[in-house]
């Protein structure tokens, strides 16, 4: 019995260096981001932006939606006050089987645009866009960035 254990634990020994081994091999996942204005000038009641996403190469994200598995991506507006969001243009996801389900995903890089109208006066204040998502390979890992308007 002594020396089941002594074997046992020289298995998980080697089996969480392995593990380990193959965590250090792989590259760290990241998502980068802009925020950018495309169409309109800094008084005007009415601009339209674009948020620019990178991920990692053989990483993905989620879809808003994304199927039954996955983290939805999420993009949270923090705008002055009396601005709002008119629309925003999200592009077309990846679908995958995964099982009998379908999984839609995003990678490599993705662009959402959005058009945002407000009072004049009020675009002094700082526009955010804070991304909330899920990078995932074999298993997901969340994560959240928040993109500031340059003036």
Known sequence: MRRLAVRGGRTALFIGLLAARSAAAQPRPSLSGSLERIRGARGDSAIDVRVAV??????????????????????????????????????RPEAALVGRDSAFTYSGSL?????????????????????????????????????????
């Open 54 to 91: 990178s991920i990692t190469d053989g990483w993905h994200i989620g879809a808003r939606t994304p199927g039954v598995v996955g983290i939805p991506t999420r993009l949270e507006w923090q705008l002055p006050k009396g601005w709002s969001v008119v629309s925003e243009a999200w592009p």
């Open 111 to 151: 662009t959402i645009r959005a058009s945002l109208v407000g009072p004049r006066a009020a675009l002094r204040e700082p526009v955010q866009a804070v991304l909330s998502y899920g990078i995932c390979r074999e298993m997901c890992i969340p994560g959240q960035v928040t993109l500031r308007l340059a003036r």
